[in-house]
């Protein structure tokens, strides 16, 4: 059973709104469809879908990782990798507590961090349910086969398209 509370809409009508308490649990649905909604107003889709950073996401290759990066000064060329559970492309060989640690921290499971501009210091303000509904929604996710390009460093060429920081003279 779900707690309510009553919230003022308006004027002339309630509104009731489900709060979800500490103590309550997800259900595994319940579970993947708070992860789909976070995945949603956190925006994963807009860096890690195909397409998505040329103005065309591919929605059959939701989250499956982009083939434009982003270059930043002095550090290198990233390209936000697949998501999806597929095991040679994607996470599909991480375990649920490695998907948190990678969003909340910026930690992958081989220990390399993740670029700068993935917002996982933000991410880190996740809560504990949040956290893990998010990595049960990407767990649940259909499997896309993408290898992204390789990331390259300050002085390497990069071999995708990318999007550049320019710092200012």
């Known amino acids: 059973m779900r707690t309510f509370m009553i919230a ?35 925006d994963c889709g807009g860096c890690h879908t195909t397409g998505a950073l040329l103005g065309k996401p591919d929605p059959t ?29 994607g996470i599909g060989r991480w375990s649920e507590a490695d998907i948190v640690r990678a969003v909340r921290t910026g930690v992958r499971p ?9 917002p996982y210091h933000s991410y880190g303000k996740l809560t504990d349910a949040d956290a893990q509904a998010l ?12 290898r992204v390009p390789e990331l390259a460093g300050p002085s390497e060429k990069p071999t995708a398209p990318y999007l550049g920081v320019m710092m200012p003279d």
């Open 135 to 146: 990595a049960s929604y990407l767990r649940s996710l259909n499997s896309v086969r993408n």
């Open 8 to 42: 003022a809409a308006g004027t002339a009508s309630l509104l009731l709104c489900p709060v979800f308490t500490a103590s309550q649990a997800f259900s595994a649905e319940e579970k993947v469809k708070r992860g789909e909604y976070l995945a949603a107003i956190m």
């Open 110 to 118: 081989d220990g390399r961090i993740l670029a700068p501009v993935m």
């Open 61 to 89: 290759r939701h989250l499956g990782g982009s083939e434009v990066g982003f270059q930043l000064p002095g550090v290198g060329t990233f390209y936000p990798p697949n998501l999806t559970p597929e095991p040679e492309t």
